[in-house]
Structures are given as structure tokens and as C-alpha cells.
């Protein structure tokens, strides 16, 4: 009996260390004080996006791990409107610890009641993209009883894909973009968002996003899962009944926390997707954006037509002028493309090495619709001013990006187009001067040399505008 007695009591003793050691390690004891969380004080614009009585969920963990402090899971606090928030309720209110101990916070927006652990995103529906726009922070470490009020920094989780359409196939009119509608296809519309560590699971079944799109069908958006854009594809349906196509580059990512910008064109072939760029998804709705000075001195490298925002660029420039002070000169494409010269039955059009526009003139002379002359037609479409350069164009736009090639290449990659390398090869609009019935001229950027290239064979090309 003495000895079951012993057994007895060193269990008690057991189970009571045990209790009384977890309750020490999440601080069971408070000192009574309170939290108010603030929006960060580096970024007072920030208050504009939120509105009295919005609800943010707060969960509190123990400093350096993933252990809840006071079981402060999902707690609700709501916006006073001065980008401060309080608990909802009495129950919400997470106390202080006692002194010397820590305590990290991850915060998230909109709120949700089953949001103690994971988030849950559904992004079917596009048609209110405010309650679609999922904000997170976990910048709030090592809090301590003395920090009443902590600083939360929110930033969009998801990704915005906005979309500029316009057409250059003399079949369409403005009027016919109206009320058209666009569907991104092949794509998870629904995720997970882990509240403790920000990091986003996709659902493995693919489905597709209609975008939100202006009656007048030239801008439309999409709030989509970030990740990357492999087998994604925009349709475009027109109400005449015409559906076009295009799929994204496939290295292409959709980047957290930023939005991309899609400039597309309606052709007689198909669309072009002519440029990406890209920025910060603020949490300001109505930030001052550049403007275009009413006069520009360029300079080499920079973006076309406004040097500060690279998200309006269509191309870099790579030549100025002489004479001019940096008011004049050419622009190079951010992509390429794969085409061939032409049909070789159009013979000998006597084209010249030196001018690029010179020989688009001649080939527009022989046939005004260009279907007969592929690389031309494609630079065509990318709109007013743009053509395939000449033999000799290529040369002077690798002599000047050889010069200055980290800043050209930094500044195409940064709005996703395609950088230059020394192993590049373009088709120039000149025709071989030694068999020019049938062939071409291509320019290699590594000997600076060319050679010919049959009219029917496919070959890289790049536009050029001059401005």
C-alpha cells in the first residue's frame, strides 16, 4: 500500500510540472496591459485603403516558433478609420506577457471566422474585386509588454493582371471590342493561404477567370493566384462571334504582391502580345502616377515614351540622333518573334542595306496587305511607325547595346521582355545582295557579320520606331 502510494504521488508531481512548464512557456501570466496595432508609420497612405469598422484577423504566437500565446488564434480588430485598430470585443483583446518575454503576430485581410490556421481563396467570381484583394502581414516580431502599440505592414499575397486590348485587322471597329469578353484558361481559381508562414498552396484542378472587363472592351482585370504561367492562355470572345487565342510565355510568373500589365492587339491572324510590364500593387486606389514631360531629352536604355514609368513603355531606346540632343531617335521591341522574309516568288524588289523603312516601303508597294511578307506583317501590327530594321540597322543597334548592354537588357527583363545576347540572330528587312531573287540577310550579333537566308525560311526578328 506505502508503495502505490510513492507511484501516486511521483505522477502528481509529474503531471503538475508538466502543466505548471506549459503554462510557463506561453506565458499563462499577463500583466494586464493591452495591444493596439497601428498601420506601419512608413506608410501614412496606407490608411486610405481601409474604412471604419473593417475587420482584420491577428493570431499571436509564441517569439520563434509556431506555439499560440494565450490560445490567440483568429482574434478580430477592428479600424477606427485612422489606421489604428481595436479589439471587437473583450474576448478579442490579446494582454501583454509578463516581462522579458516575446511574442510574434501575423495579421490578415478581409476577415474570416474559419481562419485560425489556413486562409481560404476563391477567385471564380471577379466582378467585385475589392473583397478579393487578400492582404497579410508578419513584420510584427518580438513584441514585448512595453510595445502597446504594434506596427503592422500589409501587403497583397495574390497577384492583378490587368489587360489593355486594342486591334489593327482592318475587319474590326472600335465598336466590335464592346462589352467582348476575356477568359484566362487553365487556371487554378481557387488556393490556401497559410497564415503562419504567408506561403500559398494552389487547388491542383484548373479551371478559367473571366476578367472583369469596361464595356468598352479596352481595359479589363483579373485578381489571380502568383505562380508561374506555364500552359495559361487568354481568350479573347468578340459578340460578332469571333474567338481568339494566345498563351502566355511559359517562364512567365505571376508575381505576389505586384500587377502586370498586358498590352494585346486584335489582328487579322490572331493577337499579339505585345508587352508586359509590371509594379507594385499599392494599397492606395487613387496614387499620383508620371507624367510624360511635354519635352523629353532621351537617353540610351531608356523607356519609350516615358523614361520614369516603365510600366507605359513599349520599347527602349537604343539610338539617338545626332544633332538632336536626345529629342530623336530609335526604339527597339521588348519581344521577338519567328517569321520568314516573304514569299520568294516576289523577286529582286531592289531593297537597300543601309534603311529599314526605305525597304518597307518597297515591300508595302508589292502587296498593301503584307500576308505575302510575314516579318514585315508582324512588325506592322505592333502599330503606327514600327518595321523590320535593315542589315545595317543591326549592326548599329549591336554596336550600341554592346556599349551599353547591362543597362538594355535590365531594363527589358524588368518589364518581361526578351534581353539581347551575343548569340542572337535577326532577319534584316535588306535583301542578299548576291542572290537577292531568293534570299535574305541575316545579322549575327557574335562576328557582327551576315550571310543569306532563303525568303521562305524562318527567321528571328525584332521591330524598331523611330520617334
Known amino acids: 500500500m506505502a ?61 520563434g516558433g509556431n506555439k499560440l500565446y494565450m490560445n490567440s488564434a483568429n482574434r478580430q480588430y477592428k479600424s477606427n478609420g485612422n489606421g489604428s485598430f481595436e479589439p471587437a470585443t473583450k474576448e478579442d483583446m490579446i494582454p501583454h ?41 508578419n513584420n510584427a516580431k518580438k513584441t514585448t509588454n512595453s510595445s502597446s502599440n504594434v506596427m503592422f ?15 489593327s485587322s482592318g475587319n474590326l471597329e472600335d465598336k466590335d471590342l464592346h462589352d467582348m469578353t476575356i477568359i484566362i484558361d487553365n487556371i487554378s481559381d481557387e488556393g490556401t493561404l497559410h497564415l503562419f508562414d504567408g506561403r500559398i498552396e494552389h487547388s491542383d484542378q484548373k479551371s478559367s477567370i473571366k476578367m472583369k472587363t469596361e464595356a468598352n472592351g479596352r481595359s479589363s482585370e483579373a485578381i489571380v493566384l502568383p ?57 492606395v486606389d487613387n496614387y499620383p502616377q508620371e507624367e510624360i514631360a511635354d519635352e523629353i531629352i532621351y537617353k540610351t536604355g531608356d523607356f519609350y515614351p516615358n523614361p520614369n514609368n516603365p510600366k507605359t513603355a513599349i520599347g527602349i531606346v537604343y539610338w539617338l540622333k545626332p544633332g538632336t540632343g536626345g529629342k530623336e531617335g530609335k526604339i527597339v521591341s521588348l519581344d521577338t518573334a519567328e517569321r520568314n522574309w516573304g514569299d520568294s516568288g516576289y523577286k529582286n524588289l531592289n531593297t537597300i542595306i543601309s534603311t529599314g523603312s526605305a525597304n518597307w516601303e518597297l515591300v508595302l508597294a508589292k502587296d498593301p ?38 543597362l538594355i537588357n535590365s531594363n527589358i527583363e524588368l518589364v518581361y521582355g526578351e534581353p539581347f545576347t551575343l548569340n542572337d540572330v535577326y532577319l534584316a528587312s535588306s535583301e542578299n545582295r548576291s542572290k537577292p531573287d531568293e534570299n535574305a ?19 528571328r526578328i525584332r521591330a524598331v520606331k523611330e520617334f
Request: glycine share 6%.
Open 3 to 63: 508503495k502505490s502510494y510513492y507511484i501516486l504521488t511521483i505522477l502528481l508531481t509529474i503531471f503538475f510540472v508538466s502543466c505548471r512548464d506549459e503554462e510557463d512557456d506561453i506565458f499563462q501570466y499577463t500583466n494586464g496591459g493591452k495591444y493596439t496595432f497601428l498601420l506601419d508609420e512608413q506608410e501614412p497612405d496606407y490608411s486610405s485603403h481601409w474604412s471604419t469598422g473593417d475587420i482584420i484577423g491577428v493570431t499571436a504566437y509564441v517569439s
Open 441 to 459: 540577310e541575316l545579322y549575327y550579333f557574335s562576328n557582327k557579320g551576315w550571310g543569306p537566308i532563303d525568303k521562305n525560311e524562318v527567321g
Open 97 to 137: 506577457p509578463l516581462a522579458d518575454n516575446h511574442v510574434d503576430f501575423i495579421a490578415y485581410y478581409p476577415y474570416k471566422d474559419d481562419a485560425d490556421t489556413t486562409y481560404a481563396i476563391y477567385l471564380s467570381d471577379q466582378s467585385n474585386q475589392n473583397k478579393l484583394e487578400v492582404l497579410y502581414s
Open 369 to 406: 496587305t503584307l500576308n505575302m511578307f510575314p516579318a514585315f506583317k508582324w512588325c506592322k501590327d505592333k502599330g503606327d511607325g514600327w518595321y523590320l530594321p535593315s542589315r545595317y540597322e543591326l549592326h548599329v543597334m549591336n554596336e550600341l547595346w554592346s556599349a551599353n548592354h547591362e
Open 153 to 167: 505592414n500589409f501587403e497583397h499575397v495574390l497577384s492583378k493582371i490587368v489587360v489593355n486590348t486594342t486591334h
Open 227 to 283: 505562380g508561374s504561367a506555364a500552359g495559361i492562355s487568354f481568350t479573347i470572345e468578340l459578340t460578332n462571334g469571333n474567338t481568339y487565342s494566345v498563351d502566355f510565355h511559359p517562364e512567365q510568373q505571376f508575381v505576389s504582391g505586384h500587377i502586370q500589365t498586358y498590352n494585346i492587339t486584335i489582328t487579322q491572324t490572331g493577337l499579339n502580345l505585345s508587352q508586359i510590364e509590371i509594379e507594385d500593387w499599392v494599397l
